[in-house]
């Protein structure tokens, strides 16, 4: 079987007849029910002596996506116990005519037994006035507070009041904006305990109001609707018709999780199929494409962007994409590498993997021993790896070790949304069957991830009769276009042949051998070939004995079609693409798949990037090209002086002073520019300050907030703060996007966002309650604000002193340290502020050197290098600078570190970099001041 032992789970079947709505998963055989509602009125007196505890039986419903081990991390508080709840359940008949067997698999609707516990004893309610309130949905705190306290801002005293409550799910009240339909809350009267609601699994469920609570009005309109700032809805209840989903406590975030938490639930598809680690690489891509506009533009020139249909493809794009869990198995794959490296051992068998929020499975050919942080199961084929233990490999140290599976690639989505992996050399062929539009899109799909894959160092992705536009339009260096089969597979037994002798010469009992040993390097590197055309049957024939024949070699066919056969298939189901069947494993899988129409906006973003800059001024205006020496009469290095309180710069070749020997060290913090004369700084505004240009914060914000919501709420505050004006709808897709987001999830937010910005001297709301738009109060700025203030649209217009001021801002790129999957909708922004800064940094420069004053100089390029390294006309800023100062060891230090980030771009040195390096290296005669060329 596929899954096995601990990570078996729920999704083999659907019930026949789905569970009913429960708050909870866990149920008992014997207890009787406890009444709906207890008061201190009700409640029966409890005896002086305590009984003993009785010891209940206990069962667990299977939810749809569960295992055996997170049952038992659920039930038991260790997933290890997964065995107890084993023993238990071996050959009982369950719903659907099946039983728990070694393969471990489990249906939703099962009822497995749990280990025995000792039921908690109910502790009454001393008779002090205090009642309970019965949570129904749509309830919170506030309300329940100001119906029942008569003011809503007591809610803390429910809180405080139901802390202790053992709730039906067997939680505890800890967080106030997280309350449950079912739980009991405690109204306080003058003092007493709260109570333990009966036997956590004894109770009966209960049910919801039998009308639903009319729905909140908008925020906007009726302030009054999100009066509960302190608070979260409860959580609503799944439909009837569908089975429950895992409780809370195993879910990535419910409604209010993911209106203000930091794990906000995404989803891990695309609307048309595209999962999480293909749009990470594509996104990977782009922005090394990106990265090399801004590396060509000229100064004044905006990159090309992506405008209307594009633009919501990226923003999609991004709001599935995951680097994360690209890192994760990156590293976790080179550190296993380095690992079987030092132990002299062979890489073990990777057949398949699977990818989900909370581990990664490993299911290997053969039994194999891992290292820590790997965990071993029952199966010794099978290990984990759990996403938490990532962080023990040194990413750095093992970004030189070679990738070991370099053709592991998504073929879709299985149980709990994990990804599944196939290393496509491990299985040799792989057919995908179905109609020939299913299967095109499927082959689509698996062409992208492994041409953008990082954990392929290097790979040939060779497509034939399918995809033609993939090699033009994904310029990787990894794929090539054939109309045909041709020669190829002889060009590939050719391979083979050659590999399998270097194998040989080098003692390399097999591929994996030679990659864990270091060996036999040239036949590493994988060829997979996707057939869009079926092969007769002399070439089945011959593509089997390529692929089946041992040693392996790094080769590997993906076949498509009706036709298509092999002992590793993808059967596409006829009637909905979303459906197939991995075999021989037996597994539903919603496949990977690239559309048509996102097929083409893909390749159409993409193209974005090869469109020239725009000019930011008219061709009018003052040219772009760098300043010629003569453009600038005398007296700026005096003003320069006056302006900044700066001493004269002298300096000489032959005797460089401490501040040019100081200039060789690495990247100098923006704080270090001389600060502008106050007249020339923004007049900033009376509230707080959201900034942007660097690690996105919020300054100055007054009020109370929980440090589980900052990073939420600051970015829904750059949103609006960037965007004033715009309406929920825009709103929602921007912090939700391809999320249900209900109102009171928005309301709640927004809510917590006005408390958090508080009010002015006059008691008005920094974000005032509005029926048309979000907007701050005018007091209320951001960094960029204060920016565009003082340089405008273009820095060559603006006074020396404003942009002084205004680079002082800078404290990094635009946008940094957040969620890589958060801020999707900011990315034409920042690379709008990248252009603006890296602009202001040059002509900041340029002056500097023009008045020679290599300290200004230096330091207005390296301002400008923390936000765009690869800029090479900051680094010719950088260098003159060094050589105005006499530095020989700064211009070296400039020039190397300008080499190797071109170097790690793939990109050659621009032609005037390559002249300005040979002309600062050739002989020639010593001279001091300003060197002509400057």
Known sequence: ????????????????????????????????????????????????????????????????????????????????????????????????????????????????????????????????GATTHVVAEGDTLWGIAEQRLGDGARYPELVEASRDTVQPDGARLTDPDLIRPGWTITIPGTAGTPPVVGDPVAREPVPPPAEQPAPPVEEDVQPPAEAPAGEAPAEEQPPADEPLQPPVAEQPGDAATQAVGDDVQVPVRTTAGVGALLAAGVLAFLAARRRTQQRRREPGERIAMPAGALADTERELRGVADPMSVELVDVALRGLAADCARRGVSLPPLRIGRLTSEQFELYLADAAELPAPFVAT???????????????????????????????????????????????????????????????????????????????????????????????????????????????????????????????????????????????????????????????????????????????????????????????????????????????????VQPQRLDQHQYHQILELLGVTTQPARPWVDSGGRPADEPEPGDVGPGLLESLEADFDLPAAEPSPDEPTDDVV???????????????????????????????????????????????????????????????????????DAMWPGSRVTQNTRNTAISKLRRWFGRDANGDDYLPRVDSGYRFHPGVTTDWDQWRSLVGDDPTLAGTQQLVAALELVRGQPFTGVNPRRYGWAEHLKQEMISAIVDAAHELAQRALRGGDAHLARKASTIGLQVEPGMELLWRDRIKAEHLAGNRAGIDDAIARMTAISADLGDDLEDATVQLIAELTSPAPERSGVPERL
């Open 662 to 732: 100081a200039a060789a060290d690495p990247v100098a913090p923006a704080a270090q520019l001389p600060s502008a004369a106050p007249s020339s700084a923004p007049v900033p505004g009376d509230g707080p300050t959201v900034l942007l240009l660097g690690p996105v914060e919020v300054e100055d914000a007054e009020g109370p907030v929980e440090q589980s919501k900052y990073r939420q709420l600051t970015e829904i505050a750059a949103f609006i703060a960037l965007h004033p004006g715009l309406g929920h709808a825009a709103l929602d």
């Open 378 to 588: 029952d199966q010794g084929h099978v290990w984990l790896l759990p996403a938490a233990a990532g962080r023990a490999f040194d990413a750095d140290e093992l970004r030189d070790v070679p990738a070991p599976y370099p053709s592991l690639v998504t073929v879709g989505h299985g149980p709990e949304d994990g990804h599944l992996l196939l290393d496509l050399e491990r299985l040799g062929t792989l057919a995908v069957v179905g109609d020939r539009e299913p299967s095109r899109e499927v082959m689509a799909a698996l062409a992208v991830e492994l041409a953008t894959s990082p954990w392929a160092d290097d790979l040939q992705v060779t497509l034939v009769g399918t995809c033609p536009e993939l090699a033009s339009g994904l310029d990787t260096g990894r794929i090539r276009y054939l109309p045909t089969v041709g020669s190829l597979l002889t060009e590939l037994s050719t391979r083979a042949r050659h590999d399998r002798a270097a194998m040989a010469e080098s003692g390399a009992y097999s591929l994996d051998d030679a990659r864990a040993r270091g060996v036999a390097v040239a036949a590493w590197t994988p060829e997979i070939v996707l057939l869009g055309e079926p092969l007769g049957p002399e070439q089945d024939t011959q593509l089997a004995e390529l692929v089946q024949s041992l040693p392996r070699v790094a080769v590997a066919a993906v076949t498509s079609g009706n036709g298509a056969v092999g002992q590793w298939s993808l059967e596409l189901s006829a009637g909905d693409p979303d459906a197939a069947v991995l075999q021989p494993v037996g597994v539903d």
């Open 1 to 128: 079987a596929f899954v096995v032992g601990p990570v078996g789970v729920a999704t083999a079947a659907e019930p026949v007849q789905p569970p009913a709505p429960q708050p909870a998963p866990v149920t008992t055989a014997e207890a009787p029910a406890a009444p709906a509602v207890t008061t201190a009125e009700t409640a029966p007196t409890a005896p002086e002596t305590a009984a003993q505890p009785a010891t209940v039986q206990r069962t667990h419903t299977v939810q749809r996506g569960e295992s055996l081990w997170r049952i038992a991390e659920q039930e038991l508080g260790d997933g290890m116990r997964w065995p107890e709840i084993a023993e238990l359940n071996y050959g009982l008949p369950q719903p659907g005519g099946r039983a728990l067997d070694n393969t471990h698999w489990i249906d939703p609707g099962w009822q497995l037994l749990l280990p025995p516990e000792p039921a908690p004893p109910a502790v009454p309610v001393a008779d002090t």
